[in-house]
C-alpha cells in the first residue's frame, strides 16, 4: 500500500504558492503606487483666476491652493482689460509657477460663448491634464461649456481632493459625500472656496506671458448690469457675517435691526432664502444651497430656523452663534453658541454693547 504524503510535505508546496502570491500582490501594489507618483509627475494644471476692473479676485486664489494638491506645475490664467498689471499681481500667489495673460476687453465680463474658445486654446496650447476655477458665478457659467465643447465631464463643487484623478464633493445639500473618479485626460474642476484656502498673495516670483488669443465672435452682448454697492465686507470673504431670516418680520425691521449689528462688529451682511424671497434682503445676501457658501470666523446670525439649505452654505463657519425665540429650532443643533429670546430685544441689547465696549 503506498505511503500517504506527509502533511510537511503537503505544507510546503502550498505555503510557496501563498508566499508567490503574496510577493506578486506586493509587486502590483508598488507598481500601483509607482503609476501614481508617475502620474503627479505628467500632471500640470492651470488655475483660472478671476479679475474684475484691473483687480485680482482673491477669492479665486483658493484654486492654486486646490491645484497644489494635484502635483506637478501650475500656471495662472486671467484675461480682460489690463490685465498684465494682473498677472504681475498674480505672479506674486504661492504656488504658482507660471502666469498668463491675455489683454483684451472682450474678456471683461467673462462671457461664455467667446471666454470658452479662449480658454480651450491655451489649455490645448499647454497640455494641461487639470483646469481649476472658482465654484464662483463665472465658473458656473463657463465650465460647463467648456467641458461640452472638450467633450469631457466637469467635476463640480469639490471640497477635497483625494489624488490626481479623485475628487470628493457633498451632494444632497451636504447630507452626504461622494467621491468622484475620472478618466477624462482633462479634468475640469470647480472648487468650493471655503473649503480650501486662498493661500498668500505675497511670496510668489512666478513668470509672465502672454496667452494666445483666437478672437472668436461673441454672439452674445454685454448690456449692463446693477451692482448693490457697499462699505462692508463682501460677504463670501468676510470674516464675520451677520444673517438675518424670516423672523425679522419684514424688510423695515431687517434694516432697523441687523444693518447696526453689522457695523458694530465690522461684519458682512447675510440672509436665509426665506428672507430673500420675502423681500427683506437682496438675493446677493442670500446664504445657502441656492446662494452664497460662506466660511467665516463667526456666523451670527438672528431669526433663522436652521433649514437644511441654509446650513449648507454656513457649516463650515468656526464660531456659529443664533439668536432665536424658539429653543428647539434646528440652528441650535449646529450653533456653538445659542440665545433663545426675542430677537427685538436681544439684537439691540448686543449691538449698543458692542458699541459702547
Not at 90 to 98: I, N, P, R, W
Not at 217 to 246: F, I, M, N, Y
Request: proline letters at 5%; one cysteine or more.
Amino acid at each position: 500500500m503506498p505511503s500517504l504524503p506527509s502533511t510537511t510535505a503537503m505544507a510546503s508546496p502550498f505555503r510557496s504558492a501563498l508566499l508567490g502570491g503574496t510577493q506578486t500582490c506586493l509587486r502590483q501594489t508598488r507598481t500601483s503606487t509607482t503609476q501614481i507618483a508617475h502620474l503627479r509627475r505628467l500632471a500640470s494644471t492651470l488655475a483660472l483666476l478671476e479679475q474684475r476692473e484691473g483687480k485680482l479676485n482673491m477669492a479665486s486664489l483658493a484654486a492654486v491652493s486646490a491645484a497644489q494638491k494635484l502635483g506637478g506645475p501650475i500656471h495662472g490664467f486671467v484675461a480682460g482689460s489690463n490685465t498684465k498689471s494682473v498677472a504681475e499681481a498674480a505672479a506674486k500667489v504661492q504656488g504658482l509657477d507660471k502666469v498668463f495673460y491675455v489683454d483684451n476687453a472682450a474678456y471683461d465680463k467673462g462671457l461664455p460663448e467667446n471666454y470658452a474658445p479662449l480658454l480651450i486654446e491655451n489649455i490645448k496650447k499647454g497640455g494641461y491634464t487639470h483646469v481649476v476655477t472658482g465654484h464662483s458665478a463665472f465658473g458656473k457659467n463657463l465650465m460647463p461649456r467648456v467641458a461640452a465643447m472638450l467633450d469631457v465631464q466637469q467635476i463640480s463643487d469639490i471640497t477635497g481632493i483625494e489624488s490626481e484623478d479623485t475628487f470628493v464633493r457633498p451632494i444632497y445639500a451636504g447630507n452626504a459625500i461622494l467621491t468622484v473618479q475620472s478618466s477624462d485626460s482633462i479634468k475640469l474642476v470647480t472648487v468650493r472656496g471655503t473649503a480650501f484656502p486662498s493661500g498668500a498673495a505675497e511670496g510668489g516670483s512666478a513668470g509672465v506671458e502672454e496667452g494666445s488669443d483666437p478672437k472668436a465672435p461673441c454672439p452674445t452682448e454685454w448690456l449692463s448690469e446693477d451692482l448693490a454697492k457697499s462699505d462692508r465686507p463682501e460677504l463670501a470673504t468676510a470674516e464675520r457675517v451677520v444673517s438675518g431670516g424670516r423672523g425679522l418680520k419684514s424688510k423695515e425691521e431687517f434694516d432697523r435691526v441687523i444693518p447696526p449689528l453689522a457695523d458694530a462688529l465690522g461684519a458682512a451682511i447675510g440672509a436665509s432664502r426665506a428672507a430673500v424671497d420675502s423681500g427683506f434682503a437682496d438675493n446677493s445676501l442670500q446664504v445657502g444651497q441656492t446662494g452664497k457658501n460662506v466660511a467665516p470666523q463667526l456666523y451670527l446670525c438672528a431669526g433663522i430656523s436652521g433649514a437644511i439649505q441654509h446650513l449648507a452654505g454656513m457649516k463650515d463657519s468656526k464660531v456659529i452663534a443664533a439668536i432665536n425665540k424658539d429653543g428647539d429650532a434646528p440652528i441650535f443643533q449646529v450653533a456653538d453658541v445659542g440665545l433663545v429670546g426675542d430677537l427685538f430685544e436681544k439684537v439691540p441689547e448686543m449691538t449698543e454693547k458692542l458699541k459702547s465696549a
